[in-house]
């Protein structure tokens, strides 16, 4: 082909692919367009309306693009449902209470009375258990837990005789709680405690869910429904007297004396050891709390995945060692798995696999390496999310000097004295300031707060939002797009196919054709013969 040929054909192109473009520009509902090929129109009007439209395109696709960038990056909205949520549907919090006294002296003394134990003093037995209540003294002192360890195979004793040892000498719930007030009424409130192992000891916790470790023999006592109350205010609440008996302290884990206490929901590991707050003896505190739930809408569960809503709807994720998802839970699940894969085995605090063995002193230093790498590194290694229907309590703490001065004529202190075989004298004052505190567990208001978890913008929503953004900067609408797609395909694209087929039917009618020189040459005969 000439190129001769092919210029025309380009310039062809160009000339159709102009007029159609002008066509569009003059009949588009576009804004702006009909003034840049509008007819014996000056130069600079034209450049102006390019630049007004380059303009618009600008505009609108930024902000589509931002749009874009927050509907996918943020959608779901969490929003107030109601500040009047009833608070008999949200579940009073379990409170669990952790002597920082560890190991009572007098019961330790007894549980070494046992044979087995002849060979090992005191001051051992005592470093045993301050390794084994409080991880991080493992830290950096791999030799030491070592040396242990060895001592303690020598023996003969396990691990599982060590943990026994802690057991029989904590300060049981019996040994703390003086005297316990439930809803405005003195009450045994014994049966909705129960005694476990958590990250700061052996503690006791009031209206906690069913524990069993079948491992190490421990289950707990309560096996009810979490408790509910209907009104507001310290006497509808918790009320406990609680003693630290400070003479009888053997291992601790703070540099003060009293309590260390939490609140949290009843499914949830009770991480004492991070987030409990101090209790001191002498002092009367007051722990007004608000409840506060959250829940997410069907369209949440359904069109968005745990990723992008940061939360995890209830039954997507199960647990092994816990019947109920919660974000600590998780945590404490990875962990344990973390535990049993470098340190094969799983400290007593833990529930672990059927099996597993637990965690000899040497395990200690492994066991809080991989504690501290899941604390500091929780959203990389166990990618744990909050669940998406929950429960927390907002606690409001305020104390008070115990006991005032009229102290001694209260109902309380009668019972104190005649159940604890206490005088009525000053001396009692002394004991109750030195080693006694009190502590008042309750909702704050009246009513509970509840949020909800919608989608932020649906498709419907976003297709409303870039709409009106793109007819905001172009005047683009669902009939502007129909008109681009009209001019491409009808007038413009079609035709074109159409003209090809055409050229290449003409062409292949001429292919088909004598050669010229045949039909001369019939012609010539023809002629001649008709001559002669």
Avoid at 211 to 233: F, M, Q
Avoid at 373 to 393: A, G, M
Wanted: net charge positive.
């Amino acid at each position: 082909m000439s190129s001769r040929k092919i210029s025309t054909q380009s310039r062809k192109v160009c000339q159709n692919g102009g007029k159609y473009f002008k066509q569009f520009c003059d009949s588009t509902s576009l804004h702006g367009l009909k003034y840049i090929t509008e007819e014996k129109s000056h130069w600079l009007k034209r450049v102006m309306w390019t630049l007004v439209f380059l303009a618009g395109i600008f505009f609108s696709g930024y902000y589509c693009w931002q749009m874009w960038k927050k509907w996918e990056d943020s959608p779901v909205l969490m929003s107030l449902d109601s500040n009047r949520y009833p608070l008999k549907n949200i579940p009073f919090p379990a409170v669990t209470i952790c002597n920082v006294n560890k190991v009572s002296k007098t019961k330790l003394l007894r549980v070494m009375e046992d044979p087995r134990y002849k060979n090992i003093t005191y001051d051992k037995m005592q470093q045993t258990l301050r390794y084994m209540t409080k991880l991080d003294r493992a830290i950096k002192n791999e030799k030491e837990l070592e040396n242990l360890s060895e001592f303690y195979r020598t023996q003969n004793i396990s691990s599982a005789d060590l943990f026994d040892v802690l057991k029989k000498s904590a300060p049981s719930c019996r040994d703390m709680v003086m005297d316990c007030i439930w809803l405005g009424i003195p009450a045994p409130c014994f049966e909705y405690f129960s005694f476990l192992p958590t990250d700061d000891g052996i503690c006791c916790t009031f209206n906690g869910a069913k524990y069993n470790d079948p491992e190490l023999e421990i289950e707990s006592t309560t096996d009810h429904e979490p408790l509910r109350v209907s009104g507001n205010g310290y006497r509808m609440g918790l009320a406990l007297v609680i003693d630290a008996d400070i003479e009888d302290y053997s291992v601790t884990n703070g540099k003060f004396d009293g309590f260390k206490v939490l609140i949290h929901t009843s499914e949830e590991f009770p991480d004492v050891a991070d987030r409990g707050f101090v209790l001191g003896p002498g002092t009367e505190t007051f722990v007004g709390v608000k409840g506060i739930t959250t829940f997410n809408t069907e369209e949440v569960a359904k069109d968005v995945t745990p990723a992008r809503r940061q939360c995890q709807v209830e039954g997507e994720q199960k647990l092994k060692y816990f019947p109920r998802y919660s974000r600590s839970a998780c945590t404490i699940e990875c962990a344990t798995r973390l535990m049993q894969e470098r340190c094969k085995c799983r400290p007593y605090f833990f529930k672990a696999d059927i099996g597993t063995k637990l965690c000899n002193l040497d395990s200690y230093s492994c066991i809080s390496d991989v504690y501290e790498d899941v604390r500091q590194n929780e959203d990389k290694i166990c990618h744990c999310l909050p669940p998406c229907t929950d429960v927390w309590y907002d606690p409001e703490i305020s104390y008070s000097s115990f006991p005032g001065r009229g102290f001694n004529l209260t109902r309380t202190f009668k019972r104190l004295v005649a159940g604890r075989n206490l005088s009525s004298n000053a001396d009692s004052n002394e004991y109750f300031k030195s080693n006694v505190a009190v502590l008042h567990v309750y909702y704050k208001d009246k009513t509970g707060v509840r949020y909800k978890t919608d989608i932020r913008f649906g498709v419907e929503d976003f297709i409303s939002a870039t709409g009106g953004l793109l007819g905001l900067g172009l005047g683009l609408s669902f009939i502007s797009v129909f008109e681009l797609l009209y001019f491409l395909c009808l007038r413009w694209f079609f035709p074109k196919i159409k003209s090809k087929s055409r050229s290449r039917d003409e062409s292949l009618d001429c292919n088909t054709l004598p050669p010229a020189n045949k039909w001369a040459s019939t012609t010539t005969v023809g002629t001649n013969i008709s001559i002669s």
